[in-house]
């Protein structure tokens, strides 16, 4: 990520932790629309097509594991989306690497909150 300014790398950060308090607070969710950060993703997208904003889409594959995708959606689409279409979404523009990582990281149950890894 070099060229990001001390500033974009703050918001970036800033929206990270508001992903990590939101799923917090929200404990039945798995996935989550907002806006995207300018330069969140390690490609610069530019701007958006004409009439439309970068939206991020952020899957909760298991708890404190979250995968980000990018997605350009019409201005007039409101970030409140159900999950079934959030999750549509999120596969239909996620590469072959992002797809089977949620297919591995849904497969394998890792110790979330409140639970202890078992010595084995």
């Known amino acids: 990520m070099a060229g990001i300014t001390a500033l974009q790398q703050r918001m ?3 929206a ?17 629309i907002r806006n995207a950060v300018a330069r969140e993703f390690s490609e610069d997208f530019g701007p958006a097509p004409v009439g439309m ?5 952020v899957l909760e ?35 072959p690497d992002a797809k089977d990582m949620v297919r591995q990281l849904r497969g394998v149950r890792l110790p979330g909150k409140g639970e202890s890894a078992k010595a084995g």
Not at 20 to 26: N, P, V
Not at 53 to 57: D, E, K, P, T, V
Request: glycine share 8%.
């Open 61 to 95: 594959a298991q708890p404190g594991v979250r995968l980000r995708q990018p997605v350009a959606l019409p201005l007039h689409i409101g970030n409140d989306l159900g999950d079934h279409d959030l999750f549509a979404l999120f596969m239909q523009a996620a590469g």
């Open 53 to 57: 904003s970068w939206r991020a889409i």
């Open 16 to 32: 990270t932790q508001g992903d990590a308090a939101w799923f917090d607070t929200h404990p039945d969710n798995r996935i989550r």
């Open 12 to 14: 970036i950060e800033i």
